[in-house]
C-alpha cells in the first residue's frame, strides 16, 4: 500500500467499525452512527468517503500543509486527506508564528476550514516526503523530522506484527496524534483494520474509564509519566476484562515499575510491552517480549522486523558503545527550513545518542545517554545513574546541570536530598542546586522539559546584571531575536570564527566565567548559568589568543619593526581547528554547506572587494587576486601578487573540506570516527610535505596550497579528546614541521604556536588584555587585507606604521560589521511588515507563550 492508495486501503474495511468519537462539530461528518452514550461510530467506509472528498477539496496540487492536530474526528480526516492527495503534511500541536515564518505552508488547517494560501507550492517537495514531525523530545522546533511514505508504513507494519493487532483491536488515544508514538498507533490500527476511540480525555477522568469500559477498549498507549498517573488514581484495582495490551515508550521506566506492571498485567490478563523509539525511526525502534519484562526489566528488547542495531565505539566514553539503528523506517534526515524539503535521504543509520551493550540473552539494555552525562568541577557526571539513584531513595526527581552546578527539580524534596545526590554524583554539596517544584515542568509528550529546569536557576527579574542571551545573539550575528529558539547554540544559527571572538567576548561579560564549550550551548542553558564573581581577569579561548598575537607578528615581521615568521602557518592551523568546530558538526550535509560556503563569503567577499578598489589607483595586486586565484593561475613571480596567499589558501582549504564532508560516504565515515578521520586527512595532505610534484619551486612550496596540512593538523586537534590523541597530534606535528621551512626560528614559532591550540583550551589574562586581544583577533582578516596599503605611507616610522596598520583593521572590520547590521535589520523591517507584528516579541513572549501552550496541552491530553 501507498500513501496515495489511503482511501482504497480504508474502503478494503468496508462496514467495520473504525474510528469512535465525540460528536464532531464539522458539518462533514454527517454520516456517522451515533450510539446510546452520545459518541459517534465510522465505518472504513464512512471515514474512506471523508477522506476521499478532503483530498478532492484540497485539489490536485501537491502542497505543503500544516496542520494542528487534535484527537478528534476533523483532525483524522485532515491529516488522512492531505495524505491521500499527495501532500506533506507538517503535524503539530499548534501552528505558531514561528512555523509559519520558517516553513510558509501552502495551505494552514487550524480548525474547521483550511486557509488556502497558495494553489500551488512555494516549495520544492521531494517525491518521497510525506511528513513532517517535531524532533523527539521537543515540541513546536522549527527543526523537524522528514518522513518518507515507507517510513510510515515500514513502522506501522512492523508494529502491527509484534502487538498482533487484528481488526477486532481498539485502542484509545492516551496520547496526541502530532506526537510520533501517539500517530503510531493511528497508523497501526487502520494498517490492520483494527478501531480507534479518539478522545482527548485523560487517564485520571472518570469518564476516559468509563468509554474504555463501555466501548471495550483493548488497548492504550502510556510514557513513564502515564504511568505516574496510572499508580495515583488506583489502577492497580480497575476490573478491564477487554483490555489486551498497554504499551509503554517515550522516556525510561524504571525497572521495578517495569516488573510491577508487567506482573500486574499477568494476574489481570493483559500484556505490558516496553518499547523503545524516536522520533527519527518514525516512533518504533525495538521492544521488549511481554514474558522477558519480568527478568529483564532494564532492557529495551529486540528491534522491530525490519531493523537491526550495531553498537559502535565513542572515543570520549571509554568502553560504552553508541546504540545504531538501521532500518526501514529511519527518517529521510532533518528539515530546518523549506529548502530542505527538497533534499532526499541523508541518514543511512540513526544515532540514537544512547549508550548501550547487548546482553548474553541476546537483549539490547540503554546504559546511559551522550548527552545525559555532564562535567561539573571535572568529574563526569551521569545524569541518569543520579536520577535513578534518586529514585531509588523515594525522591521523583529530574537532574540536569548548568555547567558548573548539578539542578535537581523534585516534586517531594526534602533536606537529605542534596546529600543523597551528593554521594550519588560525587560532586560537593556546594555543586548541587536542589528546586522544591509541585509538578516537574514537562512537555505536552510527558516527557521532562530539560531547558525549563535548567531555567529554574535562571536570574530573576530583580538580578542587578539582567542578561538576555538571544538579544546578546541578535547582535553579535545580525539575527532577528524573534526566531532565536531556547534550544538554539551559537553554532546552530550560523556562528563561525569570525563571530566567534565578538560573541565570546560579550557572553563573558554576561556571565563573569564562559564555559569551554559554550557555542554548543543551548541559549536557555546559558541563561540558566549563574553568574560568577572573577578573581583575576578574563578566560581568553586560545584560538582568540593565537589570532591576536599572530597578526601583530605578521604586520610586524611585514613593517620591519621586528622579524618574528611563522605565525601564518600557525594561523592556518588555528583556522583548520575552527573549521573542525564550527562547519563539522551534526548538522545535516546540506546546511552545514551552507555554513561554511557563508563563512568562506564573509572572507572572500571583502578580499575581493577591496583587491578590485586598489586596482582603481595602482597595479599593486592583478585580476587574478580578485579572484583569489593568484597561487593558481599566477603570476608566481610578483612580490605584491603573492602578498595575499593566506588568504587565498585558507579560502581554498575550506571550501575543499567543506565540499568533501558533503560527500555522504566520506560524511559518514567522519561522523563515525571524528578524530581518526581527521587524522587521516593530515596524512593525506602530509605526502605535499614531502612531495609538491613540482607545482611550484621549493621556497614557494610553504606558501601555497601545499601547505594543506598545517589545516589538517588543526582539524585534527579539534577533534581530539583525549591525552593520547593530543599526544599522537603532536607526535605528528614536532616530526613534520622541523626542516619544512629551513629556518628554525620559524619552525620553533609554528610548533609553540599548534601545541598551545592542541593542549590548552583558554588561559586567563587581565581583562585589558583580554579585550584587546579580543578586538585584534576579530579585525585580524582586516589588519592583514589593509596592512599591505597602510605600512608603506608611514616610511621608517615602524611603531608609528604597526598602530596605524592595526587602526586601519579594526576600523575596516567595524565598518563591515556595521554594514551587516543595517543589512540584517532592514532584512527584519521588511520581513516585519509582511508578516505582522508576531516578529517583534521577543524571546520572553515566546517563551510565555510556549509555557502556556504547554500548560494548556498537558492538561487536555497528559493531565
Same mark, same amino acid.
Given at each position: ?336 527550513? @523549506? ?109 521532562? =522539559? ?8 535562571? @536570574? ?236 611550484? @619551486? ?136 509582511? =508578516? ?28
Amino acid at each position: 500500500m501507498t500513501i496515495h492508495r489511503i482511501v482504497a486501503h480504508l474502503r478494503h474495511f468496508d462496514d467495520r467499525i473504525a474510528v469512535l468519537c465525540s460528536r464532531s462539530p464539522s458539518a462533514a461528518v454527517t454520516a456517522a452512527e451515533s450510539v446510546p452514550d452520545g459518541s459517534e461510530r465510522i465505518t472504513y467506509a464512512q471515514l474512506a468517503a471523508l477522506v476521499e472528498e478532503y483530498a478532492r477539496q484540497l485539489g490536485p496540487n501537491r502542497r505543503l500543509v500544516a496542520l494542528a492536530a487534535r484527537n478528534d474526528i476533523d483532525s483524522l480526516v485532515a491529516y488522512l486527506g492531505a495524505l491521500s492527495a499527495g501532500c506533506v503534511v507538517l503535524l503539530a500541536a499548534e501552528i505558531t508564528n514561528e512555523l509559519l515564518a520558517t516553513y510558509d505552508p501552502d495551505v494552514v488547517i487550524d480548525g474547521d476550514t483550511p486557509e488556502v494560501r497558495r494553489a500551488v507550492s512555494a516549495h520544492r517537495l521531494h517525491p518521497d516526503l510525506a511528513l513532517l514531525l517535531s524532533t523527539s523530545g521537543s515540541t513546536g522546533s522549527p527543526k523537524l523530522v522528514r518522513l518518507s511514505a515507507r517510513n510510515l508504513l515500514a513502522n506501522a507494519s512492523s508494529i502491527a506484527e509484534y502487538l498482533s493487532i487484528g481488526p477486532e483491536d481498539r485502542a484509545a488515544t492516551t496520547l496526541p496524534m502530532f506526537y510520533c508514538y501517539g500517530l503510531s498507533v493511528v497508523h497501526s490500527h487502520l494498517l490492520r483494520g483494527a478501531s480507534l476511540l479518539l478522545t482527548e480525555r485523560s487517564v485520571v477522568d472518570d469518564e476516559f474509564w468509563d468509554d474504555v469500559r463501555v466501548h471495550r477498549v483493548t488497548s492504550f498507549a502510556a510514557v513513564p509519566y502515564t504511568i505516574d498517573l496510572l499508580d495515583r488514581i488506583g489502577f492497580d484495582r480497575m476490573r478491564l476484562p477487554d483490555l489486551r495490551y498497554i504499551t509503554q515508550a517515550g522516556g525510561r521506566l524504571a525497572p521495578e515499575r517495569v516488573r510491577a506492571y508487567a506482573r500486574l498485567g499477568q494476574r489481570a490478563g493483559w500484556d505490558f510491552f516496553v518499547m523503545y523509539g524516536q522520533t527519527e525511526a518514525t516512533a518504533r525502534m525495538a521492544y521488549l517480549p511481554p514474558e522477558l519484562a519480568g527478568k529483564h526489566p532494564d532492557c529495551i528488547g529486540v528491534p522491530i522486523t525490519g531493523g537491526r542495531f550495531t553498537l559502535e565505539p565513542i572515543d570520549d566514553h571509554g568502553d560504552a558503545h553508541e546504540l545504531v539503528y538501521h532500518g526501514p523506517n529511519v527518517m529521510m534526515g532533518y528539515a530546518t527550513c @523549506p529548502r530542505d524539503l527538497a533534499i532526499g535521504h541523508t541518514v543511512d543509520g540513526l544515532r540514537t545518542g544512547d549508550l548501550a551493550r547487548r546482553t548474553p540473552d541476546g537483549l539490547y539494555q540503554v546504559v546511559g545517554r551522550r548527552s545525559r552525562f555532564a562535567k561539573i568541577f571535572g568529574l563526569r557526571i551521569d545524569l541518569q545513574h543520579v536520577e535513578s539513584g534518586l529514585a531509588a531513595a523515594g525522591f521523583t526527581a529530574c537532574c540536569t546541570d548548568t555547567g558548573d552546578q548539578l539542578v535537581i527539580a523534585a516534586e517531594n524534596a526534602d533536606d537529605s536530598l542534596t546529600g543523597t545526590a551528593a554521594r550519588l554524583s560525587g560532586l560537593p554539596a556546594a555543586a548541587i542546586q536542589a528546586c522544591a517544584v509541585d509538578e516537574i515542568p514537562r512537555l505536552p509528550t510527558g516527557k521532562p =522539559d530539560y531547558p525549563a529546569i535548567r531555567l529554574l536557576t535562571a @536570574p530573576t527579574p530583580t538580578d542587578p546584571m539582567p542578561r538576555d542571551i538571544a538579544a546578546l545573539y541578535a547582535v553579535a550575528l545580525g539575527l532577528d531575536p524573534a526566531l532565536i529558539r531556547p534550544d538554539s547554540t551559537f553554532v546552530d544559527l550560523g556562528g563561525n570564527s569570525l563571530s566567534y571572538v565578538t560573541t565570546a567576548a560579550r557572553l563573558e561579560r554576561a556571565l563573569g566565567r564562559l564555559p569551554s564549550d559554550w557555542p554548543h550551548r543551548t541559549v536557555a542553558e546559558l541563561s540558566a548559568i549563574p553568574r560568577h564573581p572573577t578573581i583575576f581577569g578574563r578566560s581568553l579561548d586560545t584560538g582568540t589568543l593565537l589570532r591576536a598575537v599572530g597578526i601583530v607578528l605578521i604586520a610586524s615581521s611585514h613593517i620591519g619593526l621586528f622579524i618574528a615568521w611563522g605565525a601564518a602557518h600557525v594561523l592556518l592551523g588555528v583556522a583548520g581547528f575552527n573549521f573542525a568546530r564550527f562547519a563539522v558538526t551534526g548538522s545535516e550535509r546540506a546546511e552545514r554547506l551552507r555554513h561554511a560556503l557563508r563563512t568562506v563569503a564573509l572572507i572572500a567577499v571583502p578580499t575581493a572587494g577591496w583587491v578590485a578598489l586598489t586596482l582603481l589607483f595602482s597595479d599593486y595586486y592583478g585580476w587574478q587576486n580578485v579572484l583569489l586565484l593568484n597561487k593558481i593561475l599566477g603570476p608566481h613571480d610578483s612580490d605584491t601578487a603573492g602578498h595575499l596567499w593566506f588568504i587565498e589558501v585558507l579560502v581554498l582549504f575550506m571550501i575543499v573540506a567543506a565540499l568533501l564532508i558533503r560527500v555522504p560516504f566520506v560524511d559518514a565515515l567522519q561522523r563515525r570516527e571524528p578524530f581518526w578521520f581527521a587524522l587521516g586527512v593530515v596524512a593525506l595532505t602530509l605526502v605535499f610535505r614531502y612531495q609538491s610534484f613540482g607545482l611550484y @619551486p621549493k621556497a614557494e612550496v610553504p606558501f601555497s596550497p601545499l601547505a594543506c596540512w598545517f589545516f589538517a593538523l588543526g582539524w585534527a586537534a579539534a577533534k581530539a579528546t583525549t591525552i593520547w590523541q593530543r599526544l599522537l597530534v603532536s607526535a605528528v606535528l614536532l616530526v613534520s614541521v622541523p626542516g619544512y621551512f629551513g629556518v628554525i626560528d620559524r619552525e620553533r614559532l609554528v610548533m609553540a604556536g599548534l601545541l598551545l591550540l592542541i593542549w590548552l583550551p583558554a588561559v586567563r589574562v587581565p581583562a585589558l588584555i583580554a579585550g584587546a586581544a579580543a578586538i585584534l583577533a576579530d579585525s585580524s582578516l582586516f589588519v592583514y587585507l589593509l596592512h599591505w596599503q597602510v605600512y608603506p605611507l608611514f616610511g621608517q616610522h615602524h611603531v608609528l606604521a604597526l598602530l596605524a596598520s592595526l587602526g586601519a583593521g579594526v576600523l575596516g572590520a567595524r565598518m563591515v560589521a556595521g554594514v551587516r547590521r543595517l543589512s540584517a535589520k532592514r532584512a527584519i523591517a521588511k520581513r516585519s511588515l509582511l =508578516d505582522g507584528p508576531h516578529l517583534g516579541r521577543g524571546i520572553l513572549g515566546q517563551l510565555r507563550d510556549q509555557n502556556v501552550s504547554r500548560n494548556r496541552l498537558a492538561g487536555k491530553v497528559i493531565e
